[in-house]
């Protein structure tokens, strides 16, 4: 098993495995077929209230540890990231499929940490 992440407005690659979207909302300007998703995980993604403080931020960047920690809280108490651990495990590869422009200060590079941590392998995204 292997995780990795990738922007959902990107084209998909045959080298993306099982791809799961792990935005809560849909991504806007994207059809379900240009996505090519085998799976929608808006569970695995921050709560509403994490979600809206984080994104209204006048600093997203200063605020990005602490939204960050209270996001591997979530994490820790969601049933639905042990069911991505465990799919992970049912697939050779998995791409974890987000919206956000920002590559690196996303909520998808936590869960990407948080599942290195839980055991997963993980590679880094291609740029």
Do not use: C, I
């Not at 979530?74 to 987000?98: I, K, M, Q, S």
């Amino acid at each position: 098993m292997a995780f990795t992440t990738r922007r959902v407005y990107d084209p998909p690659d045959a080298s993306d495995g099982y791809r799961v979207l792990v935005d809560r909302l849909w991504p806007r300007g994207v059809s379900k077929e240009r996505a090519e998703l085998d799976a929608w995980m808006k569970e695995v993604a921050p709560s509403p209230d994490l979600r809206t403080e984080w994104h209204h931020a006048a600093d997203r960047e200063a605020t990005f540890d602490g939204f960050a920690a209270r996001y591997r809280q979530e994490l820790d108490e969601n049933p639905a990231a042990e069911a991505l651990l465990e799919l992970g495990r049912e697939h050779e590869r998995v791409t974890l499929l987000f919206g956000a422009r920002d590559e690196h200060a996303n909520h998808a590079v936590v869960l990407l940490d948080w599942l290195r941590e839980h055991g997963a392998s993980v590679t880094p995204p291609v740029e």
